[in-house]
């Protein structure tokens, strides 16, 4: 089994808009291997002073074939999908270092750098790894879910261990699809087709991840789509409106958060249609959140080396 040593630890606490919980500390840690920089995540999450839950965050690959232009991780060159023993490496020295199951519950999030529909098999593999852990959940990602990968995902035993699987979005709209995610241009995602596989499915672990940009789907009719293409499903998917975080690329492409009020905005109307949603995003730019390196900041805000 391969090993992985820490060089930087990186701590901080924020304060969030989130599902059930407002406060989080958080470890980010940096592993070197080679040329490659990793990044893992140890996230304690509390409503106010109650501790509700710990999250790991693992990569599945170094640098994306999506390249995302909202994405830190786009600017990384190549692709290097990590192997279910690295995975697991990663994990192991997060576990050992804090042993969350003691604290109550946890969560692995498969939300770091990468997207499981380019390391499916390596990342199932190393859940069936994981299954020998109890009481740990799983959350996967993909902007690139279509029903293949859905039964290949919703097969995995135990089922038991999925606690969400997450469809990014951004819009319906295939020019602008094209342009922020540039992997559509050979392979279109298809909404309907997820849309169906989630109406015959008896699970309700879907989330719908609406990446909320100015000028690019923050309009009136952008949200009132959404809600009518989620209509026949609303019982079984949670939205989850994230805010923009400034990244190298958001920079480079120009991209920022939309106005104030048009978060709360889909969520009013989102919840007049049945559709249960709730706001994402952090109080402070710490370059600890959803879609952000810590490679990227220059100086964070405490730095404790191992």
């Not at 023993?85 to 999030?109: C, D, I, T, W």
């Not at 996967?140 to 293949?148: D, E, K, Q």
């Not at 923050?218 to 949670?238: G, M, T």
Request: include cysteine; charge should be neutral.
């Amino acid at each position: 089994m391969k090993y992985f040593s820490p060089e930087k630890c990186i701590v901080c606490e924020n304060q969030y808009s989130g599902h059930g919980w407002n406060r989080e500390c958080t470890k980010k840690y940096l592993f070197r291997d080679g040329d490659i920089a990793l990044e893992a995540g140890y996230f304690e999450h509390y409503l106010d002073s109650v501790f509700v839950k710990t999250v790991i965050e693992l990569p599945t690959s170094y640098g994306c074939p999506s390249k995302c232009k909202f994405c830190a991780s786009s600017n990384i060159p190549g692709f290097y999908p990590l192997q279910p023993e690295e995975m697991m490496a990663l994990f192991q020295s997060l576990y050992n270092a804090h042993q969350p199951r003691k604290k109550g519950p946890l969560l692995v999030s498969m939300t770091g750098i990468g997207d499981l529909f380019f390391n499916t098999r390596n990342v199932l593999d190393f859940l069936q790894l994981l299954s020998a852990y109890e009481g740990i959940q799983v959350t996967l990602s993909s902007c690139l879910w279509n029903r293949a990968l859905l039964e290949q995902v919703t097969q995995l035993e135990p089922q038991s261990m999925i606690r969400k699987l997450q469809v990014t979005f951004v819009s319906d709209k295939p020019d602008i699809l094209k342009d922020m995610i540039p992997v559509y241009a050979d392979r279109p995602p298809n909404l309907r087709e997820v849309i169906r596989f989630i109406k015959t499915s008896d699970k309700t672990y879907y989330r719908i991840n609406y990446v909320l940009m100015k000028g690019i789907n923050d309009a009136s009719d952008d949200f009132q789509r959404l809600c009518d293409a989620l209509a026949e499903v609303k019982d079984k998917v949670i939205v989850r409106i994230s805010k923009l975080n400034e990244t190298g690329a958001t920079q480079r492409n120009h991209l920022s958060r939309a106005d104030d009020g048009k978060a709360e905005e889909l969520q009013k109307l989102l919840s007049s249609s049945g559709i249960n949603s709730y706001v994402f995003c952090s109080k402070k730019n710490d370059h600890m959140n959803c879609g952000q390196l810590v490679t990227e900041c220059p100086s964070p805000a405490s730095n404790s080396s191992r």
